[in-house]
C-alpha cells in the first residue's frame, strides 16, 4: 500500500455510502483508508429543519475540526453542506465528478408536479424547494419533513400502507365473524339429515377456507369475500423492507409528494422503489453543490496531493467554484431560498441562478454565460447585478424571518 488515509464521515446511511465510494477510488490507487465515524451539530439536533439550525456548517465542522486537530488526514463531505469561509487551515483538496444535481418530485404512483391535485400537501426539508414549488403552482401547500432520505420517504408512504392494512384487516374479521356464525348453524341441526348436510357444510366450509387462504378466513387474518388474495400476513412478507418499515411508522402530517435531491434517492438505492419525476434545472435550479462531494485536508499536509490525484474532476471543480462564487456574493448561506447551477459547455460556464422570498411570491433571476477563463470574476459580477435587481432585499428578508 502507498499510505494510509483517515477519512472522517458522518455516520448517517447516505453519509458512509458517499465516503466509501471515496475511499473506494483512493484504494484503487493503492491507498489503505480508514473511514472515522464523527458525530455533528446536525446529526445531534435530529428534530430541526437545516434551516433551523441558525448557522451553516452545522454537518461540517465536527469533522473538519478533527482534520484540523490531525486525529484524522481527511474529511468527506457534501459540496452542499460545505460553508463558503472555508477555516483558513483548511483546504478543499478535491472534488470528485459530481452526479445528476436535479430535484425529483416523489410520490407513491409518479405523479408528476402538473398533475398533483390543487391543495396537494407537499413536503420539503429546503426553503428553496418549498419557494420553487410554490413559485411554480401556488395552489399547493408547502410542509416541512425531517428526517434523512429513508425516513422521509417512509414518511411519505407510511398513511397508504396503514388504510391499506386495516382494510385487509377489517375483511379477515368479516370473514372470520361469518364462519363462525356458519359453524353456529351447523351445530344446532338436530335430525341425522341435517346433521349430514352440516358434515357437507363443513367440508364445503373447509374447501372455501383453503381457497381463501391468501386472505386468511381461517385463522381470522384475510377476507372471506374474495376481496383479497392473500392473507395480512401475506401481504406484509410482500412488501418491500421500505414498505415494512414504513408500516411502522406514524407521521403527523401525511404528504401527497415530497421534492429531493435525485442523487440522496440514488446512491440510499431508494430510486427505484418510489415514483419519481425529475424536475428541471432551468425552473427548479439546484442548491449550490448539490451532488458533489467534497474532501477537506489541512493546508500542506502531506496527503494533498494524494487526494487531489485519486479524485479530483476538473470540470465539476470549475463548476461548484462558480457557485459557491455567487452564493457568497449573495451572502445567503442556508437561510435564504437560492439555487445556483453552473454547467461548463465549451469555452463558457453556462450559470443559473434563482433567489425567491420564502413563500416563492417573489423572484429575481438569471441564466449567464461565463467566459471558461475568467468565470470566477464574471460569476461575482452575476451576483451583483442580482443584488441590485432585488435579491439582496430578498435575502435580507429571509434572514429577518430567519
Given at each position: ?18 465516503a466509501s ?132 420517504v ?22 372470520q365473524s ?39 378466513s ?79 485536508a ?45 454547467l ?59
Amino acid at each position: 500500500m502507498s499510505s494510509q488515509i483517515r477519512l472522517a464521515t458522518r455516520g448517517s446511511d447516505l453519509a458512509l455510502r458517499q465516503a466509501s465510494e471515496v475511499a473506494d477510488a483512493l484504494e484503487d490507487r493503492r491507498h489503505d483508508v480508514e473511514l472515522v465515524e464523527v458525530e455533528t451539530e446536525g446529526d445531534r439536533v435530529t428534530d430541526a429543519l437545516v434551516n433551523e439550525l441558525g448557522k451553516t456548517g452545522a454537518f461540517v465542522r465536527a469533522l473538519d475540526q478533527e482534520v484540523m486537530e490531525g486525529t484524522v488526514d481527511a474529511a468527506v463531505h457534501s459540496m452542499k453542506d460545505v460553508p463558503t469561509d472555508v477555516p483558513e487551515d483548511l483546504v478543499v483538496a478535491a472534488v470528485p465528478h459530481r452526479e445528476n444535481p436535479a430535484d425529483v418530485l416523489v410520490t407513491p404512483d409518479g405523479t408528476g408536479l402538473e398533475d398533483l391535485p390543487a391543495g396537494s400537501v407537499v413536503g420539503t426539508a429546503s426553503l428553496r424547494r418549498g419557494a420553487q414549488v410554490q413559485a411554480h403552482r401556488p395552489d399547493l401547500e408547502v410542509e416541512p419533513i425531517r428526517g434523512n432520505v429513508d425516513t422521509r420517504v417512509e414518511k411519505l408512504l407510511a398513511p397508504e400502507l396503514h388504510r391499506e392494512h386495516e382494510r385487509r384487516t377489517e375483511a379477515a374479521k368479516e370473514a372470520q365473524s361469518e364462519d363462525a356464525r356458519e359453524q353456529r348453524r351447523g351445530d344446532y341441526s338436530a335430525d341425522v339429515e341435517a346433521g349430514v348436510e352440516n358434515i357437507e357444510n363443513e367440508r364445503d366450509g373447509d374447501e372455501r377456507q383453503s381457497e381463501d387462504a391468501d386472505a386468511g378466513s381461517g385463522n381470522g387474518s384475510g377476507s372471506g369475500s374474495g376481496e383479497f388474495d392473500q392473507s395480512v400476513e401475506e401481504w406484509f412478507d410482500s412488501l418491500t423492507p421500505l414498505q415494512q418499515s414504513a408500516l411502522e411508522r406514524d407521521p403527523d402530517t401525511e404528504y401527497d409528494a415530497l421534492v429531493m435531491a435525485r442523487v440522496g434517492l440514488d446512491r440510499t438505492g431508494l430510486l427505484h422503489h418510489v415514483g419519481v419525476e425529475e424536475l428541471p434545472t432551468n425552473t427548479h435550479v439546484p442548491a449550490t453543490g448539490q451532488a458533489a462531494l467534497c474532501v477537506t485536508a489541512r493546508r500542506g499536509s502531506d496527503v494533498v496531493d494524494d487526494l487531489r490525484d485519486a479524485l479530483e474532476h476538473v470540470r465539476t471543480r470549475v463548476e461548484v467554484t462558480a457557485e459557491r462564487v455567487v452564493l457568497e456574493e449573495l451572502n445567503g448561506g442556508c437561510i435564504a431560498p437560492i439555487g445556483v447551477h453552473a454547467l461548463v459547455q465549451g469555452d463558457v460556464v453556462r450559470t443559473a441562478v434563482q433567489v425567491f422570498s420564502r413563500d416563492g411570491s417573489e423572484q429575481v433571476g438569471e441564466t449567464r454565460e461565463l467566459d471558461a477563463d475568467n468565470y470566477a470574476a464574471e460569476a461575482r459580477e452575476l451576483a451583483a447585478d442580482l443584488r441590485e435587481r432585488g435579491a439582496a432585499d430578498l435575502v435580507e428578508e429571509a434572514r429577518r424571518e430567519a
